[in-house]
Structures are given as C-alpha cells and as structure tokens.
C-alpha cells in the first residue's frame, strides 16, 4: 500500500472488525492482488464473483458515509466492480467511514433494489445458502435474461473502460482474459461472445441497440 494512509487504516480496522466477528482472515482486492501481474490480475477477475460467494461474509466499507441516513448516496453503489461484491456474497454488512455497523444487505434489500433495479430475489436468496456456488443459485441468475442483468451495471462507472464489460464476467458465469487498451467496444465484443456460447438468450443484441455508447 506504500504511503497510502487511508487504505493503511481500512486494512488494520479491517482485520479489527473481521477479528471482531469471529474470523481469522481477511482478503482486500485492494491490496492482495498484484495488479502489475497480468496472470494474476485475469485469474483474479474471473474467479472473483466466486471467492465472493464463498467468503463466510463480506464487509462492504463506505468511506464516504457518515451515517446511516446517507447509505444509499454512497459512491459505492455507483461502481462497476461493487456490482458483483453487492450480488455475489451470501451474507454482506455495510460499514460507514467510522467503521459502524449500517446494517445488511438483506435489511436494505427493499431500498437498495429501488434504486438499483436489482430484483429482490437476487438480493435475498444467498443467505440460507450453504458454503459452495450451488447449482440453483446459478440458475437463479441465469433466469434472468442478458438484458436485464447489463442493466444493472448500465448507469456504473469504472475508471477503466474495459472495466465495463469485465465487472460482468463473474455475473455472466463467463471466463476472459483481459486486454487493457482494447477499448470499450472490443472488450463488449468479447464478453458477448463469451455470453452467446453459453447462452442462446439474444436480448444482449437488445441492451446494445438500446445503449449508443456500446459499439460494435
């Protein structure tokens, strides 16, 4: 993390927490993958929605919340990436800038599915799941047709425009490498493809005609 203060702290309060709660470990994306390795930045990204949804729970920390009335306003919910960290675990607790306890996932379901169009079965079916991606949560997200689950990630941003179509391969259930300067379009391209050989659903042809930024 270098001299990077405020990452620093989130990692020790972090641990703090994750101790407090009866865990031994904790994994930070931030600081536990060697983004300078392309090998294992790709085997990081394609196995990430997985080592979400095995992770007996997940500390989502909003550094730009206060209090629990702002939850909802946070950057947070914004980000390419968090989509899959707000999907994928079985069981994920918000934490404000101070490190207190905002609440889970499931007791914000109803208000973060509003502003988010995520369904509220998505939101609420992992936590009675047992420890394994199981065959029937898969299917629940695959139940879900292309369209509508591009349109959860239609208004979040990522610093990298490749990053766009990549935050998706864990929600697809698709594996890619990753080409960091291909642009946007190209890497839509790929994640397309990957997309219709698992799936014969078209209504990705719909998201993409119904979105002019997305070119092919």
């Not at 994306?29 to 979400?52: G, P, V």
């Not at 994928?88 to 499931?106: I, K, M, V």
């Not at 259930?173 to 379009?185: F, R």
């Not at 005609?209 to 070119?215: I, K, M, Y």
């Amino acid at each position: 993390m270098g001299g990077d203060k405020a990452g620093a702290s989130k990692v020790l309060q972090g641990s703090a927490k994750a101790f407090e709660l009866g865990h031994r470990y904790l994994w930070v994306d931030s600081c536990c993958i060697d983004k300078k390795s392309s090998a294992e930045l790709t085997e990081a990204i394609n196995s990430m929605y997985t080592w979400y949804w095995n992770a007996e729970i997940c500390l989502a920390y909003l550094s730009d919340v206060r209090s629990v009335d702002t939850l909802l306003g946070s950057l947070w919910f914004s980000r390419g990436w968090t989509l899959q960290e707000l999907v994928a675990p079985r069981n994920l607790h918000f934490y404000s800038a101070t490190w207190a306890d905002l609440g889970s996932r499931e007791s914000w379901a109803k208000q973060i599915s509003q502003a988010t169009r995520i369904s509220l079965e998505i939101l609420q079916q992992q936590q009675d799941a047992p420890k394994g991606m199981s065959y029937s949560t898969r299917q629940l997200l695959d139940s879900y047709s292309t369209h509508k689950k591009m349109s959860w990630a239609a208004k979040r941003i990522t610093t990298r425009t490749e990053d766009l179509a990549y935050c998706m391969i864990g929600i697809f259930g698709v594996s890619m490498p990753l080409i960091y300067g291909e642009g946007k379009a190209k890497a839509f391209r790929r994640l397309q493809e990957e997309v219709l050989k698992r799936s014969y659903d078209q209504s990705i042809l719909v998201h993409i005609s119904a979105n002019p930024r997305v070119h092919f």
